[in-house]
């Protein structure tokens, strides 16, 4: 069974640092392009960033929202995913979510990406 | 690239045919996802590339619709059904969430 759980989560003060981690398990860990999502209070979903896998040389994306502050990592020894988050403003506060990409070859010979496993989600709160 | 959902809440009620559509700001092509959220949950995958049905997700989920119009139509809804929804983008490489449509009960 695949399960992603989350861990890192706290309450932190504007301007600080916070290092979230997603341990994973039932599947092949390295295989998988792995992302963060997060939600806010009451609102929406909102992509964070991603880190592909050994092939692609674990390049990351970011969302523009939190480029240049957060960093997303992964230990393929560990199957764990990680993201740094510093400079943290009370906008960052929300449930983060660790997916999983799969991909399937669609009709026209390119990939469809999608997130096909998610975990419960760790609760981030900046406030002073 | 901006995801556009409407409406952003519905009423229906069980057996009703409900769609909810999503426009990208640029093409697309049939890279859009749908996702069910509900409450105290994780989301969970329906549709991916625009129209294909996530294995285990009941027939009565389907999605159409490419270049910058999609939809997600479920064709009876049922009391399981209701939940927020949200298109994805996943076409340039940083990915984008529309909104959500909640779906309530009349």
């Known amino acids: 069974e695949v399960q992603l759980v989350e861990s890192g989560g706290g309450l932190v003060q504007p301007g600080g640092s916070l290092r979230l981690s997603c341990a994973a398990s039932?599947?092949?860990?390295?295989?998988?392009?792995m992302d963060w999502v997060r939600q806010a209070p009451g609102k929406g979903l909102e992509w964070v960033g991603r880190?592909?896998?050994?092939?692609?040389?674990?390049?990351?994306e970011y969302a523009a929202s939190v480029r240049g502050r957060f960093t997303i990592s992964r230990d393929d020894s560990k199957n764990s995913l990680y993201l740094q988050m510093s400079t943290l403003k009370a906008e960052d506060t929300a449930l983060y979510y660790c997916?999983?990409?799969?991909?399937?070859?669609?009709?026209?010979?390119?990939?469809?990406?999608?997130?096909?496993?998610w975990g419960t989600g760790t609760t981030v709160t900046v406030s002073s | 690239i901006q995801m556009t959902q409407s409406p952003s809440s519905l009423s229906a009620s069980v057996g009703d045919r409900v769609t909810i559509t999503c426009r990208a700001s640029?093409?697309?092509?049939?890279?859009v996802n749908w996702y069910q959220q509900k409450p105290g949950k994780a989301p969970n995958l329906l549709i991916y590339g625009a129209s294909n049905l996530q294995g285990g997700v009941p027939s009565r989920f389907g999605g159409s619709g490419s270049g910058t119009d999609f939809s997600l139509t479920i064709s009876s809804l049922q009391p399981e059904d209701f939940a927020t929804y949200y298109c994805q983008q996943t076409y340039s490489t940083v990915w984008t969430f529309g909104q959500g449509t909640k779906v309530e009960i009349k």
């Open positions: 640029q093409s697309i092509a049939s890279s």
């Open positions: 880190v592909r896998n050994k092939p692609k040389s674990y390049t990351t």
């Open positions: 997916t999983r990409l799969e991909r399937r070859l669609g009709s026209q010979n390119s990939y469809f990406y999608y997130m096909d496993a």
């Open positions: 039932g599947f092949t860990f390295s295989d998988h392009y």
